[in-house]
């Protein structure tokens, strides 16, 4: 197996972080990965968001987590980086655009080392007055939707199995 597909069918989303921030550099990488996804006609609506600061994913967090009936949940696990992945929902692709940034990204960062996890509410959140506000500080207008989050760093747990693969997952015609 090479090393792309490799990646590929290990990568598993994680849940539980250690404390340690990843390196600049590592996150660079990571999220020029981003930039590279395939995208709808070239027109690149995605736009990414590095939140290192502690507090802020936490109040982040505490509004995503609001959306889900599970008492004490922390949505983003306790990692020390999260990614927010907003596009621009004038380009017809916008959704499609947003997801597979983010897939870029949880990609190119297990092959880096980096453990990672997809968290979904992004839309919930960033149509909340807080999430609102948090937009305008980062400059992007009401013509962007929140697609998905992605929280980073390194496992303070073993990496989780892969769950058996459906029966009649392809069909051959």
Not at 18 to 47: F, H, V, W
Not at 115 to 129: G, L, M, V
Request: net charge positive; hydrophobic share 40%; with cysteine.
């Amino acid at each position: 197996m090479n090393e792309v597909t490799k990646t590929l069918c290990e990568r598993r989303s994680i849940r539980k972080f250690k404390s340690d921030q990843i390196p600049m550099e590592t996150l660079e990488e990571i999220l020029k990965c981003g930039t590279y996804a395939p995208n709808g006609k070239s027109k690149q609506s995605a736009r990414i968001v590095v939140v290192r600061n502690r507090d802020t994913i936490e109040a982040i967090a505490k509004i995503n987590g609001s959306f889900v009936n599970k008492p004490g949940l922390n949505p983003f696990y306790e990692a020390p980086t999260l990614l927010i992945v907003f596009a621009d929902k004038n380009v017809a692709t916008y959704v499609q655009d947003g997801s597979a940034v983010i897939m870029n990204m949880l990609n190119a960062a297990f092959s880096l080392g980096v453990d990672s996890c997809w968290i979904h509410r992004a839309k919930e959140t960033f149509e909340t007055d807080f999430g609102k506000k948090l937009m305008q500080k980062w400059g992007l207008d009401e013509n962007y939707e929140g697609i998905g989050n992605i929280v980073l760093g390194y496992r303070d747990c073993p990496l989780p199995p892969a769950a058996p693969r459906k029966e009649n997952y392809i069909i051959f015609d």
